[in-house]
């Protein structure tokens, strides 16, 4: 989202010809224009402080707000005040959205400053910052218990109703791109602010889909909703999984589902977030962020109900025949190869080949049948679920 206000401030500045600074209504700084003047008077001690300690402040903001900026629809011309330590005229352009002041643009004005047209271009531009204001203020409100209940209900009515909830919550974001992120297992029942999470739309806890260990409390994971700029790029996605595996202290997986427009199949992505979550924790080399569509068979994989594992198998899954599980996974990941299989295992030939044919003493199954090595290959790579 700071990459769109920065953006946006540098085109209202190329279209005025001076550095414009972006502040919130409450004049903290969201962002600035470059200052490349050889005139050193255009970085006066406001602009300065504000860039600086990203804020102005009590008699400078009392100033400007003596001129009407809160209520100002257009363009507002301030005029110097030393005393109040305004040392430069400026220029406001009110960002408003839907009749609400968000925030504020600044430029220093020169005589005979920008022109009326100029003014009304960047007063457009100012519009669409409105908007992104707007929307990062929705997301600032707590959607917790509305993404629970959309990830939670069955489908049929109770879904759409919960569906319908968040809808209105989030006003007119539902209907743009987002996906789900799942991080798990998370420490805790308690969710970060989505003002912390870049792009974050709505966060929530939930039970995982891992058993407890011992009996013990089922682990929790948490979902997060957010919003992207293209179907293609997850990046704001992968930057908020991210964010949430620093505030759990990193100890956690994260899945990523693939983008979708809307909220209709939000259990959809729920179930390929979580999927993706399931793989990474199962398959290190797949995380520690892991999309959905990066899995490969552990899409179909998490996908099944979980079940015992196959009888021919249960012997060799048993603590005591560990590693002759890794071997034969290896030789059915490497397609079974044998010199490579050796080479990644860091063994002799001979010494694969024989535990090979330990693996189909114990199963009863003939590594050189494809069926057999079909479901091998399955039973071994669901054990780690």
Not at 1 to 29: C, H, W
Not at 229 to 250: K, V
Request: aromatic share 4%.
């Amino acid at each position: 989202m700071k990459g769109d206000y920065q953006e946006l401030v540098d085109e209202i500045s190329a279209l005025l010809g001076a550095p414009a600074t972006l502040e919130n209504r409450d004049f903290g700084l969201i962002a600035f224009g470059a200052h490349d003047s050889d005139d050193d008077s255009a970085m006066d001690p406001v602009r300065t402080r504000s860039i600086l300690t990203r804020k102005s402040s009590p008699a400078v903001r009392a100033w400007f707000e003596g001129f009407g900026i809160t209520r100002a629809t257009g363009p507002v011309r301030i005029p110097a005040a030393p005393d109040a330590g305004v040392f430069r005229d400026r220029v406001c352009l009110p960002v408003r959205h839907r009749g609400v002041v968000l925030g504020y643009v600044w430029l220093l004005d020169d005589d005979p400053g920008p022109s009326p047209e100029r003014l009304a271009a960047a007063m457009e531009v100012a519009e669409r910052i409105g908007v992104l204001l707007a929307a990062e203020e929705r997301a600032g409100s707590d959607l917790s218990r509305e993404l629970r209940a959309a990830l939670t209900a069955e489908r049929g009515w109770p879904y759409d109703m919960a569906l319908a909830a968040l809808r209105t919550a989030l006003g007119p974001d539902a209907e743009g791109l987002h996906t789900l992120v799942c991080l798990a297992p998370w420490p805790t029942e308690d969710s970060p602010s989505p003002r912390t999470v870049p792009a974050a739309a709505a966060l929530c806890t939930l039970p995982w889909r891992l058993p407890a260990a011992d009996g013990g409390t089922p682990p929790r994971a948490l979902a997060a909703l957010v919003r992207l700029r293209s179907a293609d790029n997850l990046s704001p996605a992968t930057t908020a999984a991210g964010r949430l595996r620093t505030t759990a202290g990193s100890t956690g997986v994260a899945g990523i589902a693939t983008s979708r427009r809307g909220l209709a199949d939000l259990d959809g992505a729920w179930r390929e977030a979580g999927s993706a979550a399931l793989a990474a924790h199962a398959q290190p080399l797949l995380g520690p962020l892991a999309e959905w569509t990066a899995i490969g068979p552990y899409r179909l994989l998490t996908a099944l109900p979980r079940a015992e594992p196959d009888p021919a198998v249960r012997a060799l899954l048993s603590p005591a025949h560990t590693e002759l599980a890794r071997t034969a996974e290896e030789f059915l990941d490497h397609a079974g190869q044998a010199g490579r299989t050796a080479a990644a295992l860091g063994i002799h030939r001979q010494t694969l080949y024989y535990r090979l044919s330990r693996v189909e003493q114990l199963t009863g199954l003939d590594l050189d049948a494809g069926e057999d090595r079909l479901l091998l290959h399955m039973a071994l790579k669901a054990a780690r679920l």
